[in-house]
């Protein structure tokens, strides 16, 4: 496989047939009856880090928005498998779209919070931070009428030298966090964090719940199977055998994360270097495709129903 967009394409399609054909065996039924979660982050495709340095925050208002739609079609398919996922809304997007964080709420949904204005934590003062996690949180608790318990950061930005966050986060009443990625990425992560849903101890001495984005451990490597990019960069079939191995061999959930605009083929293109349009632009016309073959094939719920059952949070009231 190379770095060419083209050839990867290409390639892509082969392991897509091959995978089919692997599936063409695979009953309807979740293969373990192991609960992941299922998470959307919503935010617009002008949020984007990788596109960042290309589209100006200002611009933002007057670019068309197409979050309503695509998170409305999403919450279709979702209807359509009879799943419940957990939403992180975007501050930004909450305040100008309350109607369709009432709609995702209205149809069972947990709301989570995605900070306000998708910058990154790291990049942030600790006042910035608090301020900004604050104001998102009440929007979305004034929206929806219920209190926010889990929190992600813009772009996985909890990293070592951002860690404070998590006092942050406690202080502001969230008990959980999934910012944490296990992998090296040139914008996020902490290479030898804890995989595993767990209680992490804060820098300030407090205790706050994380489910760190999943890798799976296939073919001897550490891969990030856990949605996004990775969900359309990858062929299906890693991907599965991925989860699969969260799943089976460690007996335990993973969390898997989408955003809106991964199932919007027709948003406005955005002039960015190679790297990020190939980021951002691969295989956008196959995500919903192999969306529904990843909700045949597991279990699926919302990140607090999971956490309850691991035993990290009290039962839902
Ligand atoms: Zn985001």
């Given at each position: 496989?190379?770095?060419?967009?083209?050839?990867f394409q290409?390639?892509t399609e082969?392991?897509?047939?091959?995978?089919?054909i692997?599936?063409?065996?695979?009953s309807?039924?979740?293969?373990?009856s192991?609960?992941?979660?299922?998470?959307?982050?919503?935010?617009?495709?002008?949020?984007?880090?990788?596109?960042?340095?290309?589209i100006?925050?200002?611009?933002?208002?007057?670019r068309?928005?197409r979050?309503?739609?695509s998170?409305?079609?999403?919450l279709?398919i979702f209807?359509?498998?009879?799943?419940?996922?957990t939403?992180?809304?975007?501050?930004?997007?909450?305040e100008?779209?309350?109607?369709?964080?009432?709609?995702?709420?209205?149809?069972?949904h947990e709301?989570?919070?995605?900070?306000?204005?998708?910058?990154?934590?790291?990049?942030?003062?600790h006042?910035?931070?608090?301020?900004e996690?604050?104001?998102?949180?009440?929007?979305?608790?004034?929206?929806?009428?219920s209190?926010?318990?889990?929190?992600r950061?813009?772009?996985?930005?909890?990293?070592?030298?951002?860690?404070?966050?998590?006092?942050?986060?406690?202080?502001?009443g969230?008990?959980?966090?999934s910012?944490?990625f296990?992998?090296?990425?040139?914008?996020y992560?902490?290479?030898?964090?804890?995989r595993?849903?767990?209680?992490?101890?804060?820098?300030?001495?407090?205790v706050?719940?994380?489910?760190?984005?999943s890798?799976?451990?296939?073919?001897?490597?550490?891969?990030?199977?856990?949605?996004?990019?990775y969900?359309?960069?990858l062929?299906?079939?890693?991907?599965?055998?991925?989860l699969?191995?969260?799943?089976?061999?460690?007996?335990?959930?993973?969390?898997?994360?989408?955003?809106?605009?991964?199932?919007?083929?027709?948003?406005?293109?955005?002039?960015?270097?190679?790297?990020?349009?190939f980021?951002?632009?691969?295989?956008?016309?196959?995500?919903?495709?192999r969306?529904?073959?990843?909700l045949?094939?597991?279990?699926?719920?919302?990140?607090?129903?999971?956490?309850?059952?691991l035993?990290?949070?009290?039962?839902?009231?």
């Amino acid at each position: 496989m190379t770095g060419n967009p083209g050839a990867f394409q290409n390639d892509t399609e082969i392991w897509d047939a091959a995978s089919s054909i692997a599936l063409s065996h695979v009953s309807g039924e979740p293969s373990v009856s192991i609960t992941n979660a299922l998470t959307v982050d919503v935010e617009d495709y002008f949020h984007v880090s990788a596109l960042a340095p290309s589209i100006h925050r200002d611009s933002w208002a007057s670019r068309e928005s197409r979050v309503v739609g695509s998170t409305q079609k999403l919450l279709a398919i979702f209807e359509q498998f009879e799943v419940r996922a957990t939403f992180f809304v975007l501050g930004w997007v909450a305040e100008r779209y309350p109607q369709l964080v009432k709609d995702i709420a209205a149809r069972g949904h947990e709301i989570a919070c995605h900070g306000h204005s998708h910058r990154l934590v790291y990049e942030q003062s600790h006042e910035e931070f608090h301020k900004e996690t604050l104001r998102a949180k009440k929007l979305l608790e004034d929206v929806t009428g219920s209190a926010v318990l889990g929190y992600r950061a813009a772009s996985y930005s909890i990293v070592r030298k951002s860690l404070w966050a998590l006092d942050v986060l406690v202080e502001l009443g969230f008990a959980y966090d999934s910012s944490i990625f296990p992998v090296r990425h040139d914008r996020y992560g902490i290479p030898d964090a804890e995989r595993a849903p767990h209680r992490l101890p804060t820098p300030g001495g407090k205790v706050i719940v994380e489910w760190p984005l999943s890798t799976a451990r296939v073919l001897g490597f550490k891969i990030p199977v856990s949605g996004g990019g990775y969900f359309r960069l990858l062929p299906y079939w890693l991907t599965r055998r991925g989860l699969n191995s969260i799943n089976r061999d460690e007996a335990r959930p993973f969390i898997f994360y989408l955003h809106p605009w991964e199932i919007d083929p027709e948003q406005p293109r955005v002039s960015a270097n190679l790297l990020s349009r190939f980021r951002h632009y691969t295989n956008l016309d196959k995500t919903e495709e192999r969306l529904q073959l990843l909700l045949r094939e597991f279990r699926f719920g919302t990140t607090r129903d999971g956490l309850a059952q691991l035993g990290l949070l009290s039962a839902i009231n």
